[in-house]
């Protein structure tokens, strides 16, 4: 009789084991999605060039002359 209570309490920490898990992975990638839109959403275009990017002296000078 002991030996099957153990059984039964061990099922029950299982069960509940696996509803954290199943619960947490859903945690996790609900809020990876979330993340992997809010990247593509700040993404620049790659022909976009950055300002900190270095230009040649013909283009620093043409922006010069624009001012």
Do not use: N
Request: proline share 1%.
């Amino acid at each position: 009789m002991t030996l099957l209570y153990s059984a039964e309490q061990r099922l029950v920490v299982l069960q509940i084991q696996l509803q954290v898990d199943v619960h947490i992975r859903s945690r996790l990638t609900s809020y990876a999605k979330f993340v992997g839109g809010s990247l593509k959403s700040i993404r620049r275009p790659r022909e976009k060039r950055h300002w900190t990017q270095e230009c040649s002296r013909e283009q620093y000078s043409t922006s010069l002359g624009m001012l």
